[in-house]
């Protein structure tokens, strides 16, 4: 199975700024990696598909990239309402394989 | 709109089986898969499996074959998660989502989700 490394687990940051969370693939995925955003109670919804292209709707405060097998997820101008746990999923082989989540608190 | 509405929580005891249902509308209910993923308590996303509408293939997680099955009701636009055998680590909340059409795509739209707890 191909693991997904997610980091950090958790973080803190203040409304305004800017995040990075990092999801590494133990083995090639090529482009295929989504991001979710999932809030507490709640089912996750998709923010970034295909590694950097963005889900209709989804604000353009999120984005992604990829260097190799190492894919980042970057919130700007961070607000109250991102309060939530993002997940990054593997869609490149059976079984798809999440990472562990990353916590983002504001402070 | 899109939506996708899950049947309402179940209690089983181990050894027993669930069937949860997942109800579509608001799009061609054949042009796109579904997936299942489940959360257990405090814990993060497993992906199940997933199935295609259109021609019935199945790709299930290995850890779940011979344990899982997934089917789909064409005339009712509706999606069928199956678990035998039921342990008490299988309780969880299970998501069904529908798989983007693309072929690189992530699940677009999701149920409200079904909590299966599994005790004695």
């Known amino acids: 199975d191909i693991q997904m490394t997610q980091s950090p687990s958790s973080l803190s940051a203040s409304v305004g700024d800017s995040v990075t969370i990092t999801c590494r693939a133990s083995q090639r995925v090529t482009r295929y990696l989504n991001w979710y955003q999932q809030k507490a109670g709640k089912a996750p919804k998709l923010l970034i598909y295909?590694?950097?292209r963005l889900q209709s709707g989804v604000p353009s405060r999120f984005s992604g990239s990829v260097s190799g097998t190492e894919f980042t997820l970057t919130i700007t101008r961070l607000q109250p309402d991102d309060v939530a746990t993002y997940y990054c999923q593997q869609s490149y082989s059976s079984p798809q394989t999440f990472g562990q989540g990353t916590n983002l608190e504001i402070k | 709109q899109v939506q996708l509405v899950q049947s309402g929580a179940e209690v089983k005891k181990p050894g027993v089986s669930v069937k949860v249902s997942c109800k579509a509308s608001g799009y061609t209910f054949a042009n796109y898969g579904i997936t299942w993923v489940r959360q257990a308590p405090g814990q993060g996303l497993e992906w199940l499996g997933w199935i295609s509408v259109k021609n019935g293939i199945t790709d299930f997680a290995q850890k779940f074959q011979g344990r899982l099955s997934m089917t789909t009701d064409t005339s009712t636009g509706t999606a069928y998660m199956e678990l035998r055998n039921l342990r008490s680590d299988d309780t969880a909340v299970y998501y069904c989502?529908?798989?983007?059409?693309?072929?690189?795509?992530?699940?677009?739209?999701w149920g409200q989700g079904t909590l299966l707890t599994v005790s004695s």
């Open positions: 295909a590694a950097y």
């Open positions: 989502a529908r798989l983007g059409s693309g072929v690189v795509s992530g699940c677009d739209y």
